[in-house]
């Protein structure tokens, strides 16, 4: 990793990917927790076939890991590529501080429960680094063309 650019991305993109990590495991916790099992054999070995159904705070933790993957798979490509336009390391630095800000209060937000409009503001605010970078990713291509 001979770019500064390129370690401030592995670093905050293996936060997220821990992050994930942790709300998967949230998620079988509470599916164990509340025996809730999507799949007939697993509620067949916790206890029977009156467990293969849904909980609304399993559903909650799942559609939470769900929105993580929509969000963060794209800004791990996005924040590579980035990487690869050697942008000013403060500037960078500061993109992926607020994207990785943002999805943990949106994840704590969302599993929480938490009242709104907290896990759509910081929806919001972790979509802003992403349009810069996209944007920005665009300008150097063109301009590299």
Request: with cysteine; charged share 15%.
């Amino acid at each position: 990793m001979d770019s500064a650019v390129f370690a401030c991305f592995a670093f905050y993109g293996s936060l997220l990917i821990l992050k994930m990590y942790a709300l998967a495991f949230i998620t079988g916790q509470q599916r164990l927790r509340k025996k809730a099992f999507t799949n007939p054999e697993d509620a067949m070995r916790h206890g029977g076939l009156m467990y293969h159904r849904t909980d609304p705070d399993v559903e909650r933790t799942r559609r939470a890991h769900r929105n993580d993957m929509e969000n963060i798979y794209a800004f791990l490509f996005l924040g590579a590529v980035y990487s690869l336009t050697e942008p000013n390391l403060f500037i960078a630095n500061v993109h992926f501080l607020v994207f990785f800000v943002a999805r943990v209060v949106h994840s704590v937000a969302y599993v929480f429960a938490m009242k709104a409009p907290t896990r759509s503001l910081a929806y919001t605010i972790g979509q802003i680094p992403c349009v810069s970078i996209a944007l920005q990713i665009l300008v150097h291509a063109v301009a590299h063309w």
